[in-house]
């Protein structure tokens, strides 16, 4: 039995026989021979992030990867949404600085994710897994790093504000596994820099 379980801008999540499966779905405002051409290379990026993802930290495995329709099937993670439990669980710190560590040894292997929030992550079994790779891309650059970590800073904020300086300065202990890692969080200041002055504009 097939269950929709989430629908995102791109695309609709289907829990189904215990796995995942994530469908791309028509966009009737773009050229159809476009769409058809974006959907299957965003399937085929995804999919080559996620098994380059998976030899190196907790991701769901994939299953098969259609191209012809779009879809991603992947091993569904029982676990607990980072997003609804992180500001409850007793070593939440501890589990910031897994996040960190995830996203140095991504970051390490030049991949950015894209969409660093507490709701694409789950804790299964003491670890961290990340999901949901979709906007994610290769990258070897300082500025695309720190923006990533710029993000999970920002959704820190959003969603966990009561104790988010103390849940970002764990993830920063963790990111100091990356070889960039100096790098990197100059860079960061840099964007936070940026967007203050937006913001004063």
Do not use: W
């Not at 779009?70 to 439990?85: A, Q, R, V």
């Not at 897994?98 to 660093?116: K, S, T, W």
């Not at 003491?126 to 790779?133: A, E, H, T």
């Amino acid at each position: 039995m097939e269950k929709i379980i989430g629908m995102g801008a791109e695309a609709i999540l289907i829990h189904k026989d215990g796995k995942l499966i994530k469908r791309r779905t028509k966009k009737s405002y773009r050229l159809e021979i476009l769409d058809e051409k974006l959907r299957k290379q965003r399937t085929k990026r995804e999919s080559k992030l996620l098994e380059k993802a998976s030899k190196l930290i907790p991701v769901p495995k994939i299953i098969k990867t259609d191209e012809k329709g779009k879809e991603i099937d992947m091993e569904f993670i029982e676990g607990k949404k980072l997003s609804e439990h992180l500001d409850n669980l007793k070593n939440s710190e501890e589990v910031c600085k897994m996040i960190g560590q995830n996203i140095a040894i991504l970051h390490d292997n030049n991949i950015i994710h894209g969409d660093l929030t507490t709701s694409n992550m789950i804790l299964k079994d003491n670890k961290v897994f990340f999901i949901d790779f979709g906007l994610g891309f290769e990258s070897k650059k300082a500025e695309d790093k720190a923006v990533d970590l710029h993000l999970i800073k920002q959704a820190l904020e959003a969603k966990h504000f009561n104790h988010y300086e103390r849940f970002f300065k764990a993830v920063l202990e963790g990111y100091k596994l990356s070889k960039h890692e100096k790098e990197v969080i100059a860079r960061l200041k840099a964007v936070e820099k940026r967007g203050r002055y937006k913001q004063a504009d």
